[in-house]
């Protein structure tokens, strides 16, 4: 099992950053892709970026693209996700995951609890 902590959401003026932190407990948590997704009201939840193991590898949405970055330190089990540019669609809950990378997609196995950032226009 892994456990994963979400941290860093609030509320944001548009054009604003934020940076979540996804802290982990459990098994080795290094051994593991990392992934944040979001959900906003009454939407599907959507992928936003992922990280490898090795933190060599990231893939992004085309909707962050650009806006956000991801990084990890495997010393800290801890993942970041720097969010940029903030635009009020990018109002949702983000979740960090954990899981696998696969060769064109990132599957999450492990879920937090979820972190909510609201962006004003």
């Known amino acids: 099992q892994v456990q994963l902590v979400e941290s860093g959401g609030g509320l944001v003026q548009a054009g604003g950053s934020l940076r979540l932190s996804c802290t982990a407990s459990?098994?080795?948590?290094?051994?593991?892709?990392v992934g944040w997704f979001r959900q906003a009201p009454g939407e599907e939840r959507e992928f936003v970026a992922a990280?490898?193991?090795?933190?060599?590898?990231?893939r992004y949405a085309d909707s962050t693209k650009g806006r956000f970055t991801i990084s990890r330190d495997n010393a800290k089990n801890t993942v970041y996700l720097q969010m940029n540019s903030l635009k009020p669609e990018d109002t949702a809950v983000y979740y960090c995951?954990?899981?696998?990378?696969?060769?064109?997609?990132?599957?999450?196995?492990?879920w937090g609890q979820g972190t909510q950032v609201t962006v004003s226009s």
């Open positions: 995951t954990a899981g696998a990378w696969g060769t064109t997609r990132y599957d999450a196995d492990y």
């Open positions: 990280i490898s193991w090795s933190g060599f590898n990231t």
């Open positions: 459990g098994r080795t948590f290094s051994h593991y892709a």
